[in-house]
């Protein structure tokens, strides 16, 4: 059994995590896997690969292969809050789709039909994080994923579909969606590199190794208290 799981979606973000604690590689059915043993917690560490699909097919896969105790998204994201800062830490309560409009059905933007509104962290990670003034720039709410990157008047959209949004990314929903379905306890911890301007792109390259780091830097504070 693993206690818990770490999803990242790119080499970048998984680095910061491999060069500073004992995990060593295992076998996985999609994306690259890592496992290490410390302070006596089995930690699984996934890179996933960009997007929904990717996300979602490889936090089903390793639940089922490692049945972790919880599920964590970790590395950067899109700020879209208005008090959001580059390399501030976005913890996700709740996750919306981006893109999903089933609303000529009755459902709300951003619902898939017979599923919830949203998707909520969980209480006793999101607790664990509250209690934790380690980091002053943590901001607690809403983070909405969608198969692409948000910039421009697609941020423009966005704030204005999503008002309580602090974030946008291209798979937290996703693995929230399979946590809930498998049941297990699920939170994301991701720290932001660009402010979804149209300049986006190129803050995002520029920022992602030291976001990277506050992420994983946050998410091991977060295990400890486990």
């Known amino acids: 059994m693993t206690d818990v799981l770490l999803l990242a979606a790119m080499a970048e973000e998984t680095a ?7 995990f060593r590689e295992v076998e996985v059915r999609h994306g690259r896997a890592w496992r290490c043993e410390e302070g006596g917690r089995a930690i699984g560490l996934v890179t996933c690969g960009i997007g929904l699909v990717n996300s979602a097919a490889s936090a089903a896969l390793a639940i089922r292969d490692h049945d972790p105790k919880a599920v964590i998204s970790i590395g950067s994201a899109g700020g879209l809050g208005a008090d959001v800062r580059v390399g501030d830490i976005i913890v996700g309560g709740s996750y919306r789709y981006a893109d999903a409009d089933a609303t000529a059905f009755g ?39 969608g198969n692409s990157f948000v910039a421009g008047e697609l941020a423009t959209s966005l704030r204005t579909r999503f008002p309580q949004a602090l974030a946008a990314d291209m798979e937290s929903t996703a693995i929230a969606q399979v946590a809930w379905g498998m049941g297990i306890p699920f ?24 976001v990277a780091q506050r992420s994983a830097d946050a998410v091991w504070r977060l295990l400890e208290q486990l």
Do not use: W
């Open 16 to 22: 910061p995590l491999l060069a500073a604690h004992d």
């Open 107 to 145: 459902y709300e933007y951003g619902q898939i039909p017979s599923m919830p509104v949203s998707f909520a962290g969980d209480e006793h990670l999101l607790s664990l994080v509250e209690a934790d003034d380690t980091d002053d720039t943590v901001h607690v709410g809403e983070i909405v994923s």
């Open 187 to 210: 939170v994301c911890v991701r720290s932001i590199s660009d402010l979804c301007t149209p300049s986006a792109n190129d803050d995002f390259k520029g920022n992602i190794d030291t």
